[in-house]
């Protein structure tokens, strides 16, 4: 099994910055051989959508949304994954959450809060 834990959520005012960061842990194979790993977020009332994901290789891709403002990257060394959010808006006030896939399995992280106040 895969463990993620993410952190770095917090409130923060429109037009403000967060990174948001996810571990990965566990199976050591699986934690290895990981592909791609991705943040998804659910907002008040709202699907669970994607924001980014970034594979093996480091391409990356971006919802419209947070296009030029957000940036996702990997540091396979110590098995990470980073979102760093920039001129945040209300709009991007939800549960952050970090997946990733591995083996042909599908890994979830818990979840972490991010409020934008305007």
């Known amino acids: 099994q895969v463990q993620l834990v993410e952190s770095g959520g917090g409130l923060v005012q429109a037009g403000g910055s967060l990174r948001l960061s996810c571990v990965a842990s566990?199976?050591?194979?699986?934690?290895?051989?990981?592909?791609?790993m991705s943040w998804y977020r659910q907002g008040p009332g709202k699907q669970r959508e994607l924001v980014a994901s970034i594979n093996r290789g480091g391409s990356t891709n971006y919802a419209d949304s947070v296009k030029d403002r957000f940036t996702i990257s990997r540091n396979a060394a110590s098995n990470t994954v980073v979102l760093q959010m920039n001129s945040l808006k209300s709009e991007d006030t939800a549960v952050y959450y970090c997946?990733?896939?591995?083996?042909?399995?599908?890994?979830w992280g818990q979840g972490t809060q991010v409020t934008v106040s305007s």
């Open positions: 997946k990733a896939d591995s083996w042909g399995s599908t890994y």
């Open positions: 566990g199976d050591s194979f699986r934690v290895n051989v990981m592909g791609s």
